[in-house]
T-cell receptor, first 112, second 115 residues
């Protein structure tokens, strides 16, 4: 059974600081997705990572994928309050009916 | 451009009642998914349709749950004899028929509260 683990589960950081969220998964996959969820809202797609070594950047967020280590990272640069949200990674094994298996989420709070 | 829509957005029901939710995917998407999300957790897969065919069902989908996508467009998820443990956000997602990846776009969700 595929397991996806994120850490930390909760992250409180000051504006202007950098930090990294980690996403580990337990089986071979080269498709990993990052989503953002604001309280009471649905999920917004942030990044699609499709191969080993893939790196995507959007604003202050950068995501990378290492399929050999079964690890993805979401790096936050110079955090701002607007980034406060819960971030989920999800893995698609493609052979398992195309379902996404999500991590437990990282709740990010950026303080002024 | 209309994204994935879901109706209702909120549903409060008493234990033992039946409820039905509707999902309208992005129009050109042939894949449709249902997930359930409880507070503080990531979404969990329930079931998947390709066009009108239901191709995957999670073991989370007990026999009280049924989903349909009769004409390969909108889908319904019905829960019979609701229980308090069914209280959750029910999310629908859709994706297109790309051969290499499966980016799913989520609707706003239906929040179910079972009293």
């Amino acid at each position: 059974e595929l397991k996806v683990e994120q850490n930390p589960l909760f992250l409180s950081m000051q504006e202007g600081k950098n930090y990294t969220i980690y996403c580990n998964y337990s089986t071979t996959s080269d498709r990993l997705y990052w989503y953002r969820q604001d309280p009471g809202k649905s999920l917004e797609s942030l990044f699609v990572l499709l191969s080993n070594g893939a790196v995507k950047q959007e604003g202050r967020l950068m995501a990378s994928l290492d399929t050999k280590a079964r690890l993805s990272t979401l790096h936050i640069t110079a955090a701002v309050h607007d980034l406060s949200a819960t971030y989920f990674c999800a893995v698609d094994t493609f052979n398992a009916g195309n379902m996404l298996t999500f991590g437990g989420g990282t709740r990010l709070m950026v303080k002024p | 451009d209309t994204g994935v829509s879901q109706d209702p957005r909120h549903k409060i029901t008493k234990r033992g009642q039946n409820v039905t939710f509707r999902c309208d995917p992005i129009s050109e998407h042939n894949r449709l998914y249902w997930y359930r999300q409880t507070l503080g957790q990531g979404p969990e897969f329930l079931t998947y349709f390709q066009n009108e065919a239901q191709l995957e069902k999670s073991r989370l989908l007990s026999d009280r749950f049924s989903a349909e996508r009769p004409k390969g467009s909108f889908s319904t998820l019905e829960i019979q004899r609701t229980e308090q443990g069914d209280s959750a956000m029910y999310l629908c997602a859709s994706s297109g028929d790309r051969p290499t990846y499966n980016e799913q776009f989520f609707g706003p969700g239906t929040r179910l509260t079972v009293l």
